[in-house]
DNA sequence: CTTATAGATTGACAATATTCGATTTATCCG
DNA sequence: CGGATAAATCGAATATTGTCAATCTATAAG
């Protein structure tokens, strides 16, 4: 065994709502905090540059985000644990290094809840 | 003199990032506050179930919002502009009353940022 | 086994955000 | 004018969040 998912609980899977978009009815409270949460995750300039840059590039290294985001070791691990638990990034380790993916569906998802 | 515009201002017009999308290409500083701020505004369950009745509604008051998400007068205050700052929603005074309406380009900008 | 390295976790702190009561401003009506 | 109503602003309490130093865990290499 070479490789191991990671983070891939919390919030991060099944749909974001229950149907339909923000913009065709009245949200439930649930569907709310539920979106609320992913855009939360979206909220923040260090995650959204973290995002793209896992974003460009197929699969990015924990140890490769340090450089171009200039923060701390801890606090990438922050930005990328909350990413993963929103679901929006997908994490495997192997060896020493974990290596992330951007989820596509997920963000797919977060487009139609907006309206798309 | 019957209408007038109201909190139009702050970051709610232009477009919300310089070019392409999240998904296409490392986020720089700048373009990265941009679009958190817009995500920031979205980010809450109270604002995201005000957005989505004001959607479904083409106009509507903010004394007709203190019902249905049970929040105090000046909260709702607090959430309208908010949104209206990021240039989700965009109110009018007319007499005592503010309507409000979505700007659906604005989300349909937001979409795009995220890949649409 | 020992050392080195990647990443997660913990704890603390500053900065922000949400909420509401009280007050103020603006507008309408009699 | 004076009373009533819709909304904005102010001030304060509380909760949440972003950040990093220090520490811990896991894996690789010698």
Known sequence: MAKRAV??????????????????????????????????????????????????NEEVCSCDLEGPLRKSQPTISHHTKVLAEAGLIAGEKRGRWVW???????L?????ALGG
């Not at 797919?108 to 139609?112: D, F, I, L, P, T």
């Open 7 to 56: 983070a891939a609980a919390g919030r991060g899977s099944g749909p974001i709502l229950c149907c339909g978009a923000v913009t065709e009815a009245p949200l439930g409270e649930a569907d709310a905090e539920s979106l609320a949460g992913v855009l939360g995750a979206l909220a923040d300039p260090v995650r959204l540059r973290l995002l793209s840059i896992v974003a460009s």
């Open 100 to 106: 992330w993916r951007v989820v596509p569906s997920r």
């Open 108 to 112: 797919e998802a977060v487009r139609q």
